[in-house]
């Protein structure tokens, strides 16, 4: 579900991308941090399953999500101007707004040091 204001991922994901990367900054979808500045990931389809967002300190069931499929991929976690991690389910670690707290925004698969997905539904195009 978008946040009222939120930019449209579904209308064109080529006005995303300039240059096989992201062409604007990637930001918080509930508060104004910057996530990512442009240029620092890769548009990338990957099917995984993401719990709905919430706050950080409230309870969520484990299985009330949704399977997305469109991803800024990043290779190197000190990219991120400003992001969180959750604690780590099974070899997940969930990504967060590291202001808000409010995620998943994202995930990283332990098992590969090299990839960091945020998917685009999560966050704001600014």
């Known amino acids: 579900m978008m946040a009222e204001g939120s930019?449209?991922?579904?209308?064109?994901?080529?006005?995303?991308?300039?240059?096989?990367?992201?062409?604007?900054?990637i930001c918080c979808k509930r508060c104004p941090s910057l996530v990512l500045s442009p240029k620092q990931a890769t548009l990338t389809e990957k099917e995984f399953f993401l719990p709905y967002m919430y706050k950080k300190k409230?309870?969520?069931?484990?299985?009330?999500?949704?399977?997305?499929?469109?991803?800024?991929?990043?290779?190197?976690?000190?990219?991120?101007?400003?992001?969180?991690?959750?604690?780590?389910?099974?070899?997940?670690?969930?990504?967060?707004?590291?202001?808000?707290?409010?995620?998943?925004?994202?995930w990283h698969d332990l098992t590969n040091k090299k990839a960091f997905y945020i998917a685009l539904d999560r966050v704001q195009h600014v």
């Open 7 to 25: 930019s449209s991922v579904t209308s064109s994901k080529g006005d995303l991308i300039e240059n096989g990367k992201n062409k604007t900054k």
């Open 58 to 106: 409230v309870e969520s069931q484990p299985h009330d999500g949704e399977t997305l499929t469109d991803y800024w991929l990043v290779e190197d976690m000190f990219t991120f101007d400003n992001v969180g991690f959750s604690n780590t389910v099974g070899s997940i670690k969930y990504l967060i707004c590291a202001d808000c707290e409010i995620g998943p925004i994202g």
